[in-house]
């Protein structure tokens, strides 16, 4: 109903304002008689024939995301990467649901100098770009060379790497790096990092084009409006052509009307975000053959940052303490009613690096474990541990946690800990993360590109710093935190360098291991991605990075 109210008054809004008067009023009875007959009737959803919503083969996905920008040279968030993963191409994607890397407008994996500095790629030939120009080494030079000078959100993944970017053949890309860094060709799958056209684009800082994109992908945008984004399948793409002729965005302000949507017929695919009540509602109707549910392990990592510099978690036993406590398995079943995977380090469990460092040091609620390091630091009933803990104040699941957390110490620690919640608009919150204002928050992490370090280096490291004083500038200040480690500094600058994927994964193990000890973070628990579907939606598949290749989608009802 909201759908039918919407589309009706994008199209009488702009007539005269009597007729729109009479018209309005029409609108109004016609949705309320809608209403009084949908009431009194029994529940139809589940008996819907797809077919009855086919559109010449479109597919209708419906989120609550919200699209912030097109623009490759300053897009950072969820949406805009799902947007540009399938608007464009990069030299480097993944393999469907895994995070084997394979080329894509690259021929190959790059050749790497024996010194880890120069990358040379071959390019692709034949691939043209939404608005007919060529793509070719200076092309995809061009389109890096902006990505950096542009200086937008995203723009420090490859300003601080990069040294030089050449087209050194037609069909051949030569890049050299300031260090050498193991996970470079991983961070070329960046969904930022797409071809753009030479012919559309300019370099030059803040020169961005928002509300535009013309790439090399399967799908060319159609139109972007405020609630509907239009994209038409690519009929020049190189690769493999679209199942579908197109696909419809439908962005909700909430996710209750996203749940209603889905379940009315209105939308064919539910897709970001569903709170935990309505995911177990779909599950049900998917159980019962209604609907159909994709689901899959994500990468996106929940986990609770704990500073190093305010007392009393300047202590290391407290912090220890606190990780002994947290019960992942009670938290998953209050909190995110079985929804979410129990996470024992910053690094996701689809990696191969992954260690469960956490339960293997401190196990799921290790009561007597708690007790026993409150005490060792000097804590008592009559003198408890007093701790912060802060939330996003949007978030459900963080409140929830939040007070699961704070029950669990009250009920089972003796009164050695205290933890007062608090919570803050998530904007806010990111704001003054750096300045040290937070002992703890809860947060979570959306990796740039699939590779441990992007797991570790943005948490732990610290270029400037001591023991003594903390972290003064670097990756742990700024995520609030303040951690500094000399030898967690040494084991990052090496995995950077080492290019043999058993020594780097054998380096990986020990800072996981460091991590658990020290305790700057404390992981919780790693998403899972639930995609609902109507029956007769085809090949819906899941990528470890959130994103869905909209290209594989058939709709069979069309």
């Not at 939330?391 to 029950?407: E, H, R, V």
């Amino acid at each position: 109903m909201a759908e039918l109210k919407i589309t009706l008054w994008n199209k009488v809004k702009n007539l005269h304002p009597l007729s729109r008067k009479f018209l309005i009023q029409w609108i109004s009875l016609f949705c309320f008689c809608c209403l009084i007959i949908i009431s009194c009737s029994p529940d139809k959803t589940r008996n819907i024939s797809p077919s009855s919503y086919s559109n010449n083969g479109r597919i209708t996905i419906g989120t609550t995301l919200k699209l912030r920008t097109l623009d490759p040279a300053d897009a950072y968030e969820l949406m805009s990467g799902n947007m540009l993963y399938n608007l464009g191409d990069r030299l480097y994607d993944y393999e469907l649901g895994t995070n084997q890397l394979i080329p894509k407008l690259a021929t190959a994996l790059p050749t790497i100098s024996p010194d880890g500095l120069t990358y040379t790629i071959p390019l692709r030939e034949g691939v043209t770009f939404h608005d007919g120009t060529p793509f070719n080494a200076a092309a995809m030079e061009f389109s890096i060379q902006r990505f950096i000078q542009n200086a937008g959100s995203p723009s420090s993944l490859l300003a601080d790497t990069v040294d030089t970017v050449q087209a050194t053949g037609d069909y051949e890309l030569t890049i050299k790096l300031k260090q050498p860094f193991s996970a470079f060709t991983s961070l070329l799958a960046f969904s930022g990092l797409a071809a753009v056209s030479p012919q559309f684009y300019e370099i030059g800082e803040g020169k961005f084009k928002p509300n535009e994109f013309v790439g090399t992908g399967p799908y060319k945008l159609q139109s972007l409006g405020i609630d509907v984004i239009r994209l038409d399948a690519f009929e020049n793409y190189w690769g493999e052509k679209p199942a579908n002729t197109g696909i419809d965005i439908q962005r909700f302000s909430s996710s209750s009307n996203l749940f209603n949507a889905f379940r009315s017929g209105a939308i064919d695919i539910a897709y970001l975000s569903l709170n935990p009540d309505q995911i177990s509602n779909l599950k049900q109707g998917a159980e019962k053959g209604n609907w159909q549910l994709i689901a899959a392990n994500g990468n996106t990592i929940s986990y609770l940052m704990l500073n190093v510099k305010s007392e009393p978690l300047n202590q290391k036993e407290v912090r220890q303490a606190i990780a002994a406590l947290i019960n992942r398995s009670v938290i998953n079943e209050r909190v995110l009613q079985n929804q979410g995977e129990n996470l024992y380090s910053l690094i996701p469990t689809t990696f191969s690096d992954y260690q469960p460092s956490f339960n293997v040091q401190y196990g799921d609620g290790n009561l007597e474990k708690a007790k026993q390091l409150l005490n060792q630091a000097g804590y008592t009933p009559e003198n408890p541990a007093t701790v912060e803990v802060w939330y996003a104040s949007n978030s459900s699941n963080k409140g929830f946690l939040g007070l699961t957390l704070k029950a669990l110490a009250e009920r089972d620690l003796g009164g050695l800990l205290d933890l007062q919640l608090n919570s803050v608009e998530s904007t806010t919150a990111f704001k003054y993360l750096e300045e040290g204002i937070y002992p703890t928050f809860v947060l979570d992490w959306y990796a740039d590109f699939l590779d441990s370090d992007n797991y570790i280096q943005p948490f732990l490291e610290c270029s400037k710093g001591s023991a003594e004083t903390g972290c003064e500038k670097g990756s742990s200040q700024y995520q609030g935190s303040f951690y500094y480690s000399d030898r967690m500094n040494q084991l990052i600058a090496k995995e950077r360098q080492e290019q043999n994927p058993q020594a780097r994964k054998a380096i990986f193990e020990e800072i996981q291991k460091l991590l658990a000890e020290d305790v700057p973070y404390i992981p919780l628990w790693q998403d899972k991605t639930f995609v609902f579907a109507k029956n007769g939606i085809e090949n819906i598949r899941l990528q470890l990075t959130q994103q869905i290749p909209f290209w594989t989608i058939k709709n069979s009802n069309s």
